[in-house]
C-alpha cells in the first residue's frame, strides 16, 4: 500500500510540475509579447515624433534652408594692399525688393541723397550697405572725374585697383542701345546711363566691390559694362559741380584727377524702404553748400 500511494504521490508531483512548467512558458510568452508590443509604440512614437519635428503634419511643409542671395568671391588683400579687408556681408536674408536710401556727404556740399534699387541690384546695394555700416567710405576721396561724364568714388586707396577683400559680379547692366540703319543710335533712345545714375565699377571690369560712378552727364556707350545699383534722388547740382572741376594727370598720363580733393565726409544708407524705385528725373538739391 505504502507503494501504491508513493506512486500516486510522484504522479500527482509529476502532474503539478508540469502544470507549473506551462504556466510558466505562458507567461514567458506573455512577457516577450508585451515587451514586443512595447518596443513597436515607442518605435512607432519615434517615428510620429521625428515626422512631426520635420514638419509631416503641417499644413505647409516647412521651406528649406534660404538659398544665397549673393556670392561674395575673396581676393587677397596681401597680394593687393589696396585692398582692406572688413569682412563680407552676409549672403543670405538680404532684401530683394524696394529700396534704401543712400546719403553722401562731401566737401563740396550736399547731400547727395540716391535710392539704391534692391530688386534689380540686390548685391550692389548689399555691398554698398555693408561697407557703410563699417565707415569703409568715410573721409576718402573721390579719385576720379572720368572722361565719361562721372564722379567715381569708393576706392580708400584712391588707387582705381582699392576696395574690400572681396568682389562681386555684374547684376543689372543694360543693354547695348539699338543700332540704327545709319549706326547711330535710334533716335530717341534713352541713354544706357542717364544723368544721375548710379553704378558699380570693378577692376577688372565686371568684378565689383565697393567702387562706384555718379553720372552728372547722360552716358551711352556701344557696350554697356556697369551694374546700374541706383539713382540721384537729391543733390544732382552738387554732382554737376564736382563734375566742372579741373582735372590734372592721375599719375598714369590721363587728366582725371580732381584737382580740387572731393572727400567723402559720410556716406550712410537707410533702412529698407518697401516703395518701389523712383522712376522720376534726378533732383537737385536745395542748396550747393
Known amino acids: 500500500m505504502a507503494s501504491s500511494r508513493d506512486r500516486q504521490r510522484k504522479l500527482a ?16 510568452r506573455r512577457r516577450q509579447i508585451q515587451a514586443g508590443v512595447g518596443a513597436a509604440v515607442v518605435l512607432a512614437l519615434i517615428v510620429v515624433g521625428s515626422a512631426w519635428a520635420l514638419g509631416a503634419f ?4 516647412k ?9 561674395w568671391t575673396p581676393q587677397d588683400a596681401t597680394a593687393n594692399t589696396n585692398l582692406k579687408d ?23 556740399g550736399g547731400p547727395i541723397t540716391a535710392d ?28 576720379e572725374i572720368t572722361t565719361e561724364g562721372a564722379l567715381r568714388c569708393g576706392d580708400p586707396s584712391g588707387s582705381g585697383i582699392g576696395g574690400p577683400a572681396y568682389s562681386f559680379y555684374n547684376e543689372s547692366v543694360p543693354t547695348a542701345p539699338e543700332a540704327s540703319p545709319s549706326a547711330s543710335p535710334a533716335p530717341a533712345q534713352p541713354p544706357a546711363y542717364p544723368k544721375g545714375t548710379v553704378a558699380m565699377i570693378g577692376n577688372p571690369p565686371g568684378s565689383n566691390g565697393s567702387q562706384f560712378l555718379i553720372f552728372f552727364k547722360d552716358f551711352n556707350p556701344p557696350t554697356p559694362g556697369y551694374t546700374v545699383v ?21 599719375g598714369s598720363g590721363a587728366k582725371v584727377k580732381p584737382k580740387t580733393d572731393v572727400v567723402i565726409q559720410s556716406l550712410t544708407v537707410g533702412e529698407p524702404n518697401a516703395a518701389p524705385a523712383a522712376t522720376s528725373a534726378p533732383a537737385a538739391s536745395p542748396s550747393a553748400g
Open 13 to 28: 508531483r509529476a502532474k503539478l510540475d508540469r502544470q507549473l512548467a506551462r504556466r510558466a512558458a505562458a507567461a514567458k
Open 58 to 61: 503641417d499644413s505647409e511643409p
Open 63 to 71: 521651406k528649406q534652408a534660404t538659398e544665397d542671395t549673393c556670392l
Open 86 to 108: 572688413v569682412g563680407t556681408p552676409p549672403t543670405t536674408g538680404l532684401p530683394t525688393a524696394g529700396t534704401r536710401t543712400m546719403t553722401v556727404t562731401t566737401n563740396q
Open 116 to 143: 539704391l534699387d534692391l530688386a534689380a541690384a540686390p548685391c550692389g546695394a548689399a555691398s554698398i550697405s555693408f561697407l557703410a555700416g563699417k565707415s569703409f567710405y568715410d573721409n576718402t576721396k573721390c579719385h
Open 230 to 250: 541706383g539713382k540721384v534722388t537729391g543733390g544732382l547740382d552738387v554732382v554737376e559741380k564736382i563734375g566742372a572741376l579741373p582735372t590734372v594727370d592721375n
